[in-house]
């Protein structure tokens, strides 16, 4: 079984005649509906399934499964398309079970401050809903991701420093498994200590060891104050520096985001916001009124001391929002800044300490390598993206886009940190997890996915080969 | 082999003098030392090793392994015997490995706010050895446990409202897998989307998925400011219904215990304290001074609505201290209370709304039963524990208690809770675990074990039967 467990597996007629039979027009085999599902945000080339499946309940996804296990054919789940490490490509064929019908929030709970949902919610919809119970999901990956593919791959993004990722806000799931069972991990409680965690054993499992079906996540109270203010500084190294000792010191920051000059010269150019064309931080403050006066004083006088200027503040939400949503552009804003680009993005995370001279290495080869470039990140967790634009059609700059992101991991390992932050492993940096945490331990993941899914028909070909 | 594998398997001579070689006088058969590593605090009677291997290091750890596994002989890991749930319980003989020797902080990163530690250190030596940096780890669980034994069974107590549990504050592990491999899992950085969370794995697998050698633990700047105060109330419905309201609110309490009337007699009669013998929360703040005062404020208004009296405040350290060692005597103390009894403790975890009706039915059936009970409970979790009081030597109260403990897990289940907030599942229970999360979880559950043990030498018969 071994020997063939990463060769492709063209779904046979059979089972799409099965498919069809179970779900009619929700089943599509044509080209245009595989190749959406058969991409993401990834510099890959799009790999199709050979079929996609609309999946509308568990029991759907369950049935789906079980067809395609009893023909040993891989299924690919599908929630909005947006990852960056080429998660949703069936690179061994196989069925996209498409999630984006199953979107409903089921329950808001706000006197126990949880909800549970489908997993094709986004993140966005999601505070829509429960915004008028005084109440809010604070992992926000930049995309307007669904929560079932945030579980999928760890997602964290800008709150991260203050709330946790989806590793610490996913309370239970519910799970179908390679054989198309229907299980439950976690519950409802806050803690446990109930046997083994299923739940963080699923987050971050990137499809491979069952399909997301239900999630139950902590929400958190709306802030009683909030503030977002910019601030610029002479260079990258100031403002990471300013962010290392605000850590250091506890506050309890909300949002620490970094922009270099080219991240924000592309915000500026696609949102017309007319900043100053400097490095900037774009910061949050929680609390109570005292609360975030406090921590804005404090983060104040930290930049100061390290070059940075005054605070411009956005005052109204509206402003607040502006400021944001220009923030969640920028990777689409910086992409325009290089028509027809595609873009390597690194995802490395360092302890804190360390950030201030990976960023700065990480520019400067950048700047010297003569790529274009532009550097965002969430430097609250110790974690930055450097997104190198190269032209598709010259493989030099892929290979150069390539060497450059290998430089910048192999630095982060050598501190203690890791090569994927949030984005997940994928197909892209297979590789880099075995340099990071060693073969004994990749072996390990190998003997859990061996037990969970012997077919290996859940994702097959992602974060390792097997 | 499955028929055989919950099967004692006692060690052989073979195995003994081939460790006895290794070990030297490391090694010890004497009854007295092996009936101290086959008991913990749980009520089950001593179940002894065949020997004790006291390791000083994590190449110990991994010839120990080795040796037991190439006779397939069971290997159980030993901190300081803290555990309430059967869990250092030689059940299926084998070779208990003490680890307290293990005992060294070896890196203490304030820069980074980690540090790296044998399994052996207790939580209050690393509050010692970190506290001149500034620093402290928060998770308290009451006794003095090892870090090794806590990560094991995912544990929390005070301060896990605010700061988590093991499950938020560990960043990576060095382990010895059942074939004597050394594994580490996870980096320094505070997130990581990198594979599968071997990290969150091993936390709470209670020794049955591999031996912690090292850890990386996630430190706290100590706060500017901290108060601790005590709240007596009419009732111990009251005193919940503050702590709910406080969670809801969002208030950023870092503890908040629980002690009913029996459970402050206790701590009165051994620590001397003088309290009123009321149900009485126990409360401590952290933050700015400004902070601290304002969430004071707050929750002295929440209490004051639910009948709660004035704050009384320890606003010396030594005062607080005094107070949080009552605290963390409550279940010694209250053992003393009934002169030869153990206790049956339950450990239930419920969303936190449904907290208080949970608690007050536990009490009046305890009431009614006529068994002495004492109730403390880190209520900011939704986490409560009630104690049974019973002569050993008297089955009936056994039987009692058990049955009243059953009723309390039902109770939690039934409204989305969990039989274990803290305590683990150990031998006690392993049918709460099937009811809790359905047979199927239970199943993969089962099935990683296999994969990674696949000879069941790690901690055999805890958490579930193979």
Redesign the interface.
Known sequence: MLSTANAPRTAPAALIDALRQRFGDRLSTALAVREQHGRDESPFDVAPPDAVVFCESTQDVADAVTLAAAHRVPVIPFGVGSSLEGHLLAVQGGVSLDLSRMNRVLRA??????ATLQPGVTRSQLNREVKDLGLFFPIDPGADASLGGMCA????GTN?VRY??M??NVLALEVV?ASG??????????????????T??M???EGT?GVITEITLKL??L?ESLAAAVCFFPDIASAVATTIQV????VPIARCELLDVNAVRAVNNHDKLGLREAPMLLMEFH??E??VA?QTATVQEIAKDHGGEDFQWATTPEERTRLWTARHHAYLSALQMRPGCRAVTT?T??????LAEMVVAAEDEARASGLPYFIVGHVG???FHIAYLLDPNLPGERDLAESLNERVVRR?LA???????????GLH?QG??IE???E??????R??????DPDNILNPGK??AL
């Open positions: 709970e706000p006197e126990n401050l949880t791959t760890r997602a964290s991260a946790g990722t590793r610490e498994t069972q229907v299980i439950r991990t976690g519950t409802q409680a806050r803690k446990s200590s109930a046997g083994y965690d299923l963080r054993l987050v971050g499992s060891l958190h109270p802030p850590i250091q010191m506890g609390g109570s005292a609360g406090e995802d995370c360092v302890p804190i300490a360390r967790d110790g974690n982060a501190v203690g940190g890791t090569c994927t932050g949030e984005h997940g492993i940096k880099f997890l990071e945490t060693g004994g331990a990749v072996a390990m993941m003997a859990v996915k061996r037990a969970l974060i390792f």
